[in-house]
């Protein structure tokens, strides 16, 4: 039973295994092979925490190192857009932001009322793949601005529910 504890975090680590080849891609313009690495990383996010679950392996650790696959993934590729120019710094910070109040919320409380943030990581990969299919300077500010909002949203909406439950 100890090894199977491990295939869920290798499946996680994937998701980072996926960053060089879509620059890769990229840089080929390739973008199908980036929307196919980034279905694959949607894939296997789904697929780790199940397979954590049916082979009742689940741990707090795997729980945030899913997350922190997740993070490095979509920083990664957030990175890399923004050294080519299509997004500003700021959307670095906010992202990271997002990930930070996530993992600060959940270390102090499990359960918290977050509607918006539990769909924060799947509207930057929609962000991602309206970037690699729709590029363009409209494109670019909408995907800027939709996830400031998701994310002042998300904020709210955490520290109302964590002041619910401080009462």
């Known amino acids: 039973m100890q ?9 996680s680590s994937l998701r980072i295994a996926v960053l060089p080849l879509f620059f890769y891609f990229y840089n080929a313009e390739n973008i199908t092979s980036c929307l196919i ?7 296997t996010d789904f697929f780790d925490g199940y397979l954590a679950r049916r082979l009742k392996v689940t741990s707090r650790f795997g729980a945030y190192y899913d997350t922190i696959t997740d993070f490095v993934l979509v920083f990664g590729i957030f990175t890399f857009f923004s050294a080519k120019g299509y997004y500003p710094a700021w959307l670095l910070l906010v992202i990271t932001l997002s990930f930070v109040q996530f993992l600060a919320s959940s270390l102090y409380s499990k ?14 990969y929609i962000g991602i793949v309206l970037t690699l299919i ?9 995907v800027e601005f939709a996830f ?3 994310f002042l949203v998300s904020l709210a909406s955490r520290t109302i529910s964590l002041a619910r439950k401080h009462d």
């Open 37 to 43: 690495l980034l279905a694959f990383s949607a894939a």
């Open 148 to 150: 400031l909002g998701f």
């Open 3 to 11: 090894k199977l504890i491990i295939i869920p975090a290798i499946i």
């Open 111 to 124: 359960k918290l009322y977050d509607p918006v943030g539990k769909y924060t990581g799947s509207a930057l």
């Open 134 to 142: 729709l590029s363009s300077q409209a494109t670019f500010s909408f």
